[in-house]
């Protein structure tokens, strides 16, 4: 079973940038898929970013393409969410998750295993 750690959440102005990690651990991370979702107050979770395996594949929701970028070093098992030009609107706790089939999906009822999550604020 993998294990995950968020890192990297905190407080920005809009506008801004920050950049959230997630640790992996526990099994071989070059042979599953990662994502990014975020969970705001009183809203359902919704998928912000997935990585292939190999990280030669992405996708983005239509609201952060542009803004944020998903990546990830296998050497180092953790996957990155560089988000830039934050909009108040992103203020969300964000997630990391596994999924082991690797399948670029935007459903959270496709991955494996979770992360406690990471709050960001921005603020306007």
């Known amino acids: 079973q993998v294990q995950l750690v968020e890192s990297g959440g905190g407080l920005v102005q809009a506008g801004g940038s920050l950049r959230l990690s997630c640790a992996a651990s526990?099994?071989?991370?070059?042979?599953?898929?990662m994502g990014w979702f975020r969970q705001a107050p009183g809203k359902e979770r919704e998928f912000v970013a997935a990585?292939?395996?190999?990280?030669?594949?992405?996708a983005y929701a239509d609201s952060v393409k542009g803004r944020f970028t998903i990546s990830r070093d296998n050497a180092k098992s953790t996957v990155y969410l560089q988000m830039n030009s934050l909009k108040p609107e992103d203020t969300a706790v964000y997630y990391c998750?596994?999924?082991?089939?690797?399948?670029?999906?935007?459903?959270?009822?496709?991955?494996?295993?979770w992360g406690q999550g990471t709050q960001v604020t921005v603020s306007s």
């Open positions: 526990g099994r071989t991370f070059s042979s599953y898929g």
């Open positions: 990585i292939t395996w190999s990280g030669g594949s992405t």
């Open positions: 998750a596994v999924d082991y089939s690797s399948r670029l999906s935007r459903w959270s009822a496709d991955y494996d295993v």
